[in-house]
């Protein structure tokens, strides 16, 4: 069975902003001539790597809302400009938004088993009559 890790999205001020961060990343790595992912940084690397990698997705929290997730590939140790170990978690570069729920600030990353992990968000699930801009709001509020 998959495990997933929960983080907060630093600097992320919707499901869009992320997106357009995660499409510049994937973009420069791949013009790099890496592969084309993103890379969340992390100074703790999980324990339960072959669970994780056993079909796990990063979950995204997003103004104190878990709103996303990208799916990961494979983690990747490197030493930052101090020399310190850290970790790149190494992500698929389309975000897929799920249904919005609340969540409270933590440092670092937490695991997320299946059963609390919220269901994808899709488009047919919205409802045509809500204007957009409300929608959204509604959404960040995890009102729907």
Known sequence: MALHL??????????DSLRAWVAQQAAASAAAGGPRVSRAKTRMSPKRVDEVLAGGSLYWVIKGALQGRQEIVGFEPFNDENGIKRLHIMLEPEVIAVRPRPCRPFQGWRYLTPEDAPA????????????????????ELCLI
Do not use: H, Q
């Not at 929960?6 to 499901?15: D, F, N, Q, R, T």
């Not at 009559?129 to 929608?135: E, N, Q, S, V």
């Open 6 to 15: 929960l983080k907060l999205a630093v600097g992320a001020e919707s499901l």
């Open 120 to 139: 994808d968000w899709r488009a047919i699930d919205l409802d045509d009559d809500i204007p957009a801009t409300m929608r959204r709001e509604l959404m």
